[in-house]
């Protein structure tokens, strides 16, 4: 028997992650009114954040991701309600 065949692995590969992807960032660079490399590039740390682009990429940026989260605890809400009158 190989030596990989002894490795187990706890490792539940039927598992379903349940985060959400970040916004792209063509979004965002759509919203800011940037070009896509540039919100990678602040997002990656190699652009200086000092500039008001930067500001305006980064908050966008946090507003998607609270949008997303808040639109899965109402669409959650709705269906517990749904399920509950049902």
Do not use: F, W
């Amino acid at each position: 028997m190989t030596k990989d065949k002894n490795i187990k692995t706890t490792c539940n590969k039927k598992s379903i992650s349940k985060v959400l992807p970040a916004p792209t960032a063509e979004v965002v660079a759509e919203i800011v009114g940037v070009s896509e490399s540039y919100v990678k590039k602040v997002r990656t740390g190699t652009r200086p954040d000092k500039s008001p682009a930067a500001d305006a990429v980064k908050y966008c940026n946090e507003l998607l991701i609270d949008g997303q989260k808040l639109l899965v605890q109402t669409v959650a809400e709705i269906m517990h309600s749904k399920q509950i009158q049902q």
